[in-house]
T-cell receptor
Framework: DGGITQSPKYLFRKEGQNVTLSCEQN?????MYWYRQDPGQGLRLIYY???????QKGDIAEGYSVSREKKESFPLTVTSAQKNPTAFYLC??????????????FGDGTRLSIL | AQSVTQLDSHVSVSEGTPVLLRCNYS??????LFWYVQHPNKGLQLLLK??????LVKGINGFEAEFKKSETSFHLTKPSAHMSDAAEYFC????????????FGAGTILRVKS
């Protein structure tokens, strides 16, 4: 079955450490997205990519980095510069072509906590 | 600027009674609107979408929503709640000029009592 796989499901970060969250999709979608979810705040966009080797900052990109070397993969690195990284991170993907706005499909998320 | 307001942070209903989750949006352009559902520690699942076709949109699991431009609303309804409907629901807006970037409401947690 096609879908989006995020790993790991739970992740712990030490002070000063960078960690990388994995996101893989086999839906043949061109666009991929990273969101951060905090209680009572909905989802906020961190980074997005419409095509391989290209990505743009979202609303809260500071302290995060991404790469898009393959269509199927869009890893997110939470750097030590992100001072409040504890959150639930969601990856999504969508088509970019076709009539109208294409809905985004979501993975099951990674919960990041600070040790 | 575009924004979404979900008018209730929590809604509690009894099993078998109607569900109403309210959403108002603000957008300078013709919007596309979505409702997503999230069960605990899971990703978001698309319930339904409005993209300028019929104003009454039917989704999965018996949910539907009506787009009312004059009221800038997109409320989600279901005639009869089921225990499995207990989850968090997000109203989301976007528009073509914004490049498919989504703007999320803060969410409404639906509790279903037996």
């Amino acid at each position: 079955d096609g879908g989006i796989t995020q790993s790991p499901k739970y992740l712990f970060r030490k002070e000063g450490q960078n960690v990388t969250l994995s996101c893989e999709q086999n839906l043949n979608h061109d666009a991929m997205y990273w969101y951060r979810q905090d209680p009572g705040q909905g989802l906020r966009l961190i980074y997005y990519s419409q095509i391989v080797n290209d990505f743009q900052k979202g609303d809260i990109a500071e302290g995060y980095s991404v790469s898009r070397e393959k269509k199927e993969s869009f890893p997110l690195t939470v750097t030590s510069a992100q001072k409040n990284p504890t959150a639930f991170y969601l990856c999504a993907s969508s088509h970019t072509r076709g009539a109208g706005i294409q809905p985004q499909h979501f993975g099951d998320g990674t919960r990041l906590s600070i040790l | 600027a575009q924004s979404v307001t979900q008018l209730d942070s929590h809604v509690s209903v009894s099993e078998g009674t109607p569900v109403l989750l309210r959403c108002n949006y603000s957008s300078s352009y013709s919007p596309s609107l979505f409702w997503y559902v999230q069960h605990p520690n899971k990703g978001l699942q698309l319930l339904l979408k409005y993209t300028s076709a019929a104003t009454l949109v039917k989704g999965i699991n018996g949910f539907e929503a009506e787009f009312k431009k004059s009221e800038t609303s997109f409320h989600l309804t279901k005639p009869s709640a089921h225990m499995s409907d207990a989850a968090e629901y997000f109203c989301v807006v976007t528009f073509m000029e914004y490049g498919n970037k989504l703007v999320f409401g803060a969410g409404t947690i639906l509790r279903v009592k037996s």
